[in-house]
C-alpha cells in the first residue's frame, strides 16, 4: 500500500498543483490509508479510487486554465512546419504517393511535433509537499 502512496505523491509532485493535491488526491490516500479492512476486493478498490483520482486531477490541471490550449499550440506551429516542407519538396515522390507512405510521414511529423511541445511545456519540478526538494 505505501509503494502506492508513494508512487502517486511522488507523481503529484511533479505534475499536480499544490491546491489540486490537497484538495483532491489528498483525501483519496488519507481514505486509503484509512480503511484498513483486509478484505482484498475492498483494497484493491480503494487503490483504485486513488489512481482514479489522480487522473482526475491531472485531467484538471490540465483543462483548468489555458495550459491545454498553449499546449496544442505548441504542437501546431512545428506540425505546420514539417506539413509545408514535406508537401513542398515531396509531392511527386513514389514513396508519398502511397498510403503506407503518407501514414510513415504523418507519424514522423506527429513526432517530430510534439517533441518541441514537451520539451518546453514540462512543468518545472517542484519542492517536495514537506518542502524539501524531491529526489
Not at 488526491?25 to 479510487?49: C, F, G, M, S
Not at 512546419?81 to 511527386?92: M, N, Q, R
Request: proline fraction near 5%.
Amino acid at each position: 500500500m505505501t509503494t502506492l502512496i508513494d508512487a502517486i505523491t511522488t507523481l503529484s509532485d511533479r505534475f499536480l498543483r499544490e491546491r489540486t493535491f490537497e484538495l483532491i488526491v489528498a483525501p483519496a490516500i488519507a481514505d486509503l490509508q484509512y480503511d484498513r479492512e483486509d478484505a482484498p476486493t475492498r483494497r484493491l478498490r480503494n487503490r483504485l479510487l486513488v489512481s482514479y483520482a489522480f487522473v482526475c486531477a491531472l485531467y484538471e490541471d490540465a483543462t483548468s486554465d489555458s495550459s491545454l490550449l498553449t499546449f496544442a499550440a505548441l504542437v501546431i506551429i512545428p506540425a505546420s512546419y514539417y506539413t509545408f516542407l514535406v508537401i513542398a519538396c515531396a509531392p511527386d515522390a513514389d514513396w508519398f504517393a502511397t498510403s503506407r507512405g503518407r501514414v510513415t510521414v504523418g507519424v514522423i511529423i506527429a513526432v517530430l511535433s510534439l517533441g518541441p511541445a514537451i520539451a518546453c511545456y514540462w512543468p518545472e519540478r517542484q519542492p517536495g509537499r514537506d518542502g524539501g526538494e524531491t529526489a
